[in-house]
């Protein structure tokens, strides 16, 4: 048994058991990974996909039970990894981050101007998606941290941790009725074309839902994932814009004014994610202490324990 087997297990199973893109995935041919899937085959004694010729077209119930086995077995051979590159040097490596882009936008910057300041040696790399595709880096390793406000917490393979609340602020012209000093309604807002975020983003959820509880049904003509767009569109009068509050910067948005909407939906959890099983490195909890301050090395270090705990009560005997 070998790892080269284990991945090749993993992959097909990932890759919807498109032997061509496993090959292409782990850098080898297509007759290498059907080898090196059958050896472990034989050697195990059972097999673990179904087949349609050389095709392979799923998982046999065994191969299902032993997955997450295989699974196990690759997370700690990248964990005893990871412990050897901090005991040989705590300060340097590769730090990967996945986030939405109202974080990666509004949020990060801040904490990575300070994570660098304290750790010059490691090198970030920022990639952005949807929440669930943060969630789904997160699992595959493709990606240390993920951030987003939607989405983590649905995951049970992954430690998630809350970070900081928001509210949503209205975004308008400077010349828009909605700035005459009356109080801002759904009732009003109700009145005027929309643009804010898509659905599964930016808490969306939350708009849809306060509009529902008032028998209001807005008129959304336009939505997007990212705040920059919207504030675009609402400049252009296509509508009313609904971003979240930290997407609005009186010095950059001077065609625009914003109005406070905490009043009509509800405030946002903003939540920071690793895999379940990870080994982190000392500057991987450096960071998210500088991200979100009371995430401090024994709070998470208590999250990771709870997680492991919960682990081992639903795995069977």
Request: charged share 20%; proline share 6%; glycine share 8%.
């Amino acid at each position: 048994m070998n790892f080269q087997q284990l991945r090749s297990v993993r992959e097909a199973a990932r890759r919807g058991y498109n032997l061509t893109e496993v090959a292409a995935a782990l850098h080898t041919s297509q007759p290498g990974v059907s080898r090196q899937i059958r050896e472990l085959e034989d050697e195990l004694g059972v097999e673990l996909f179904q087949r349609a010729g050389k095709r392979l077209t799923g998982m046999t119930p065994s191969g299902q039970q032993l997955l997450p086995v295989v699974e196990r077995l690759l997370r700690e051979a990248e964990n005893l990894r990871q412990a050897a590159r901090d005991c040989a040097s705590h300060d340097t490596g590769p730090l990967s981050l996945a986030a939405t882009h109202s974080q990666a936008r509004y949020a990060l910057p801040g904490a990575v101007k300070d994570f660098r300041h304290r750790f010059p040696k490691v090198t970030l790399s920022l990639h952005q998606g949807s929440p669930r595709h943060v969630a789904q880096m997160l699992i595959d390793g493709e990606a240390d941290i993920g951030i987003a406000t939607e989405a983590l917490d649905q995951y049970p393979q992954l430690v998630t941790l809350p970070c900081y609340t928001w509210t949503h602020s209205v975004v308008v012209p400077p010349d828009h009725p909605l700035l005459d000093g009356e109080p801002l309604t759904l009732a009003r807002l109700s009145k005027y074309p929309l643009i804010t975020y898509d659905g599964g983003f930016t808490g969306r959820a939350h708009i849809d839902e306060a509009f529902a509880r008032e028998g209001l049904q807005p008129s959304i003509v336009l939505s997007a994932m990212d705040a920059d767009v919207i504030k675009t569109y609402v400049e252009l009068g296509l509508g009313v814009g609904v971003v979240a509050s930290i997407a609005f910067d009186p010095d950059r948005d001077r065609n625009l004014r914003a109005l406070d909407a905490g009043h009509l939906f509800a405030i946002n959890m903003t939540r920071l994610a690793f895999r379940r099983g990870a080994f982190l490195r000392g500057y991987v909890y450096g960071f998210i202490e500088t991200f979100a301050a009371p995430l401090t090395r024994e709070v998470v270090a208590q999250a990771i324990s709870r997680a492991e705990s919960d682990t081992a009560r639903a795995e069977p005997a």
